[in-house]
């Protein structure tokens, strides 16, 4: 039985040759796939479950068909969609998962996040999470007119991608102190996560032993998907097909 993780889509209308090869990829696990984890920022920015918009219907739909293909479909919020809700999760046949959560796959314990959490050195930006995870803060914003909340998230974005072209590379990366310190928490010694665009399996050492971190890679110009099945995993990178007349996406630094 495969296991399927993927992250860091960043589906939007502005990118249709995404959303295309996610539908392709997951339509090629029909029947095959046990499992398929999606660990934060599918989408580019999540409003609420009521303007997700035709975008949010389609994938909703293609995620579906791979459920009703027999796949478990579990769901981790991103920090770009962390307000993807119970609606949209059932209109996908997904769960929702907390951040961090440990899974055993195929006889390993593993340590699931979008990977953000671990980004301390980014003292500004995790002090903006912990607001905008608290219920309170995300009722109230859900309970915002529409076009409020789109022009408040635009204000945000803006403020956001100003800080973010001052902020030097390293910042924007785990911190290898949170990383060893959710891994003794949770008694592991493998974390799965996404996030920071840098895909790579990285061998660590923790309190002597053997330790990995898996870091999922981004849509932007291809795609990414670690499969975990009985001969141990594999991280991919998914050549995109040829694109379309509107073809390129555009890269963005901003996990
Ligand atoms: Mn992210």
Redesign the pocket.
Known sequence: MTWLFI??LHLSPDRPEITAQFETFIESWHGRAGHLYIL??LFEVWLGDDMGGALGERVAAAVHRLHDSGTAVALMH???DFLLGRRFAEACGATLLPDPCVREIHGQRVLLS???LFCTDDVAYQRMRRVFHQALVQRSFLALPRALRTRFAARLRARSQAEIADKPPEIMDVNAEAVAAALREYGVDCLLH???HRPAVHRLELDGAPATRIVLGDWYTQGSALTWDERGYALRGLPRPPAGPNGSGTADP??
Do not use: A, L, Q, V
Request: charged share 35%.
């Open positions: 992250s860091d934060g920022d991103g920090n770009r979008h990977g953000d996404g996030h920071t901003d996990g």
